[in-house]
């Protein structure tokens, strides 16, 4: 049982250009999420997805672009990396959004230099 | 907006002491209130919630945690830690009726052995 996996783990990339981090899910959750921790913003919520082509943004989505078009994964894009990107980033998924848990992937360590 | 509020950024106890952490959120509706722990290195793992119900919710590892509506806390509380329960713990809500958690900006908790 994978759960939630993300990849890559760690990436470091320059200003300027485009990163993509996975995150797949072997629960077929319908609801996936993006958040970023940084120290003393607790997890801001970047994007989120129902299902499967339906995505809405989150509290900070500026300068992230998500799709899914398929239920066990949920990409996200920094089109054009900016040194306040550096972050670290978790994907979760739920069954439902209601009151459910959310589970949480190990995160991706991404520093823009 | 729903915002939440964790007031200490850092707490250091020593083995067998009691611990408590605040938490406080603001939403002017029914609420599902959460705490999320995050062992070093590792990622965020879900302590106990609370839907409805008994006020006193009880997790794993000996943690629980009191909604006080009047007072719009969810405080967590172990009554004895263990140096295992060195982690970052977040607060965290969601309205009921909605598909969004809000995170608090956690809490890191040292326990020295």
């Known amino acids: 049982d994978a759960g939630i996996t993300q990849s890559p783990r760690y990436k470091i990339t320059e200003t300027g250009r485009q990163v993509t981090l996975m995150c797949h899910q072997t629960?077929?959750?319908?609801?996936m999420f993006w958040y970023r921790q940084d120290l003393g913003h607790g997890l801001r919520l970047i994007y989120y997805s129902a299902a499967a082509d339906i995505t809405d943004k989150g509290e900070v989505p500026d300068g992230y672009v998500v799709s899914r078009s398929k239920t066990e994964n949920f990409p996200l894009t920094l089109e054009s990396a900016t040194r306040s990107q550096t972050s670290v980033y978790f994907c979760a998924s739920s069954v439902q959004a209601g009151g459910d848990t959310q589970y949480f992937g190990p995160g991706t360590r991404l520093t823009v230099l | 907006a729903q915002s939440v509020s964790q007031h200490n950024h850092h707490v250091i106890l020593s083995e067998a002491a009691s611990l408590e952490l605040g938490c406080n959120y603001s939403?002017?509706?029914?609420?599902?209130l959460f705490w999320y722990v995050q062992y070093p290195g590792q990622h965020l793992q879900l302590l106990l919630k609370y839907f409805s119900g008994d006020p006193l919710v009880k997790g794993i590892k000996g943690f629980e945690a009191e909604f006080i509506k009047s007072k719009f806390s969810f405080n967590l509380r172990k009554p004895s830690v263990q140096w295992s329960d060195t982690a970052e713990y977040f607060c965290a809500v969601k309205g009921a009726a909605g598909n969004k958690l809000t995170f608090g900006g956690g809490t890191r908790v040292l326990v020295k052995p």
């Open positions: 629960w077929s959750h319908s609801y």
């Open positions: 939403y002017g509706g029914t609420v599902n």
